[in-house]
T-cell receptor, first 111, second 110 residues
Framework: DTGVSQDPRHKITKRGQNVTFRCDPISEHNRLYWYRQTLGQGPEFLTYFQNEAQLEKSRLLSDRFSAERPKGSFSTLEIQRTEQGDSAMYLC?????????FGSGTQLSVL | QKEVEQDPGPLSVPEGAIVSLNCTYSNSAFQYFMWYRQYSRKGPELLMYTYSSGNKEDGRFTAQVDKSSKYISLFIRDSQPSDSATYLCALTDSWGKFQFGAGTQVVVTP
């Protein structure tokens, strides 16, 4: 068990560019979550998968955001046409039962 | 009103003191309760997990849940400078939906 792995750790991009983040969950976990966190705030829910099915997506989530989890293993989160307001820490978590385990996050800076 | 309210920080305590953190919630569907510790620019780390009212102890950490009052607490005994971090409460129902508090920043001064 190597924990939840996220890549890259840091991403700097220019406004208008597309970015993609990857998450590798704990292997036996069937639930995978994406959260966004800004300074001084708790994690904000973005979307949630059970195996390969995307079960819920936050209503606050712009259409520029899309997530996939092919074959129920790793997941990707893509942000199209990035905006400065997208600058945040993007956290992935996987769930076994009612516990949630987080990766180290991807820090996104949009210039 | 937010579903989970957490005391704002920062909370500054001297080394060796007891740190007391708490959260209140409004949705009685929450049945499972967690506390996470988050160091700067790192992901949250699960510290404590409980699903029943009462106390749960793990080393210097004690989690307390009062479902009737919808109130949860975390106590850290004999605090150390390495305990300086942001502490997040998290609650979930049986359906996989998690809600987090905003976090309390704790500073333990030597």
């Amino acid at each position: 068990d190597t924990g939840v792995s996220q890549d890259p750790r840091h991403k700097i991009t220019k406004r208008g560019q597309n970015v993609t983040f990857r998450c590798d969950p704990i292997s036996e976990h069937n639930r995978l979550y994406w959260y966004r966190q800004t300074l001084g705030q708790g994690p904000e829910f973005l979307t949630y998968f059970q195996n390969e099915a995307q079960l819920e997506k936050s209503r606050l989530l712009s259409d520029r955001f899309s997530a996939e989890r092919p074959k129920g293993s790793f997941s990707t989160l893509e942000i199209q046409r990035t905006e400065q307001g997208d600058s945040a820490m993007y956290l992935c978590a996987s769930g076994g039962g009612e516990k949630l385990f987080f990766g180290s996050g991807t820090q996104l800076s949009v210039l | 009103q937010k579903e989970v309210e957490q005391d704002p920080g920062p909370l500054s305590v001297p080394e060796g003191a007891i740190v007391s953190l708490n959260c209140t919630y409004s949705n009685s569907a929450f049945q499972y309760f967690m506390w996470y510790r988050q160091y700067s620019r790192k992901g949250p780390e699960l510290l404590m997990y409980t699903y029943s009212s009462g106390n749960k102890e793990d080393g210097r950490f004690t989690a307390q849940v009062d479902k009737s009052s919808k109130y949860i607490s975390l106590f850290i005994r004999d605090s150390q400078p390495s305990d300086s971090a942001t502490y997040l409460c998290a609650l979930t129902d049986s359906w996989g939906k998690f809600q987090f508090g905003a976090g309390t920043q704790v500073v333990v001064t030597p």
